[in-house]
């Protein structure tokens, strides 16, 4: 029988009618984040400073109908094109990728991965082997959401809810 950890990466794109430098600030603005994002409830930013390689923070999200908190932690930075940010949890190592690139003036395209590494043994291993395909279809629609909810947040205009 292969233990080899199952790997889980879904990978979403979504173009968004707003400038570069306005995806980019919803994307990394720890702070607004639970307003921007549909599926975070809370935010506990653990670092000063700008968003960079080395920020963390604790991140509270709702799935499967209950919340979760993880530990985040920004591994790669380049402002405002690209960030990589990384987290372990129950020994599954989670990696979410987001590349920003503005393919016309006003226009952008954001690219967001998701890759998960499950533990490759025991009842973690035996688990991420079973639910596997339901994970992968509930990460796809927590990406895709999460997506929309930066392009609602980014086209909003001036004046309108």
């Known amino acids: 029988m292969d233990h080899t950890p199952q790997v889980t990466a ?10 570069r430098d306005r995806v980019w600030e919803a994307l990394t603005d720890l702070h607004g984040m639970p307003g921007t994002l ?3 409830t809370r935010v506990e930013v653990l ?11 604790r991140e509270t999200r709702r799935m499967f109908g209950k919340e979760a908190t993880e530990e985040l932690y920004v591994t790669a930075c380049q402002a405002p094109s690209r960030y990589v940010v990384e987290a372990d949890s129950r020994g599954t190592h989670y990696v979410s990728e987001f590349t920003v690139r503005e393919t016309a003036p006003g226009r952008t395209l954001v690219r967001s991965s998701f890759s998960a590494r ?3 043994g025991g009842i973690g291993g035996l688990l991420a082997r079973l639910l596997g395909g339901i994970g992968r279809r ?7 959401r999460d997506l929309a909810d930066v392009a609602a ?9």
């Open 10 to 19: 879904v990978t979403a794109e979504r173009h968004i009618a707003a400038p």
């Open 38 to 40: 549909s599926g975070v």
């Open 47 to 57: 670092t000063e400073g700008p968003f960079q390689t080395g920020t963390r923070w």
């Open 118 to 120: 499950p533990p490759s």
């Open 138 to 144: 509930a990460v796809a629609k927590a990406v895709e």
């Open 153 to 161: 947040a980014c086209e909003r205009r001036p004046g309108t809810p």
